[in-house]
């Protein structure tokens, strides 16, 4: 069973950056293709990037493409999202989610193992 614990998020000024971190457990982290989803109030959670398993392949929704950064540390078999240039629309509960095989998917319902998740507020 793995298990992941999202770390980073907190308060922010519009145009101030964060990193938020996700520590895997339970598994062979080279394996599991990661990805990042964000749910805010009273909307759905949507997708926000992905990285392979060896992180040579990553992939990201529109509004993350050049202010969202996915990466990974296969040795602390941790994954990041860096976010920069942040927006007050950027305010949501981050989730980290693990699925098996390691390949990339932009649908939750590829993932087979979720973080808690980690509050991200961006003041205006």
């Known amino acids: 069973q793995v298990q992941l614990a999202e770390s980073g998020g907190g308060l922010v000024q519009a145009g101030g950056s964060l990193r938020l971190s996700c520590a895997a457990s339970?598994?062979?982290?080279?394996?599991?293709?990661m990805g990042w989803f964000r749910q805010a109030p009273g909307k759905e959670r949507e997708f926000v990037a992905t990285?392979?398993?060896?992180?040579?392949?990553?992939y990201y929704v529109w509004f993350g493409k050049g202010r969202f950064i996915i990466s990974r540390d296969n040795v602390k078999n941790t994954v990041y999202l860096q976010m920069n240039s942040l927006k007050p629309e950027d305010t949501a509960v981050y989730y980290c989610?693990?699925?098996?095989?390691?390949?990339?998917?932009?649908?939750?319902?590829?993932?087979?193992?979720w973080g808690q998740g980690t509050q991200v507020t961006v003041a205006s």
């Open positions: 989610a693990a699925r098996r095989g390691g390949s990339l998917s932009l649908r939750g319902e590829g993932y087979d193992y």
């Open positions: 339970g598994g062979t982290f080279t394996s599991l293709g």
């Open positions: 990285i392979s398993g060896t992180g040579d392949k990553t």
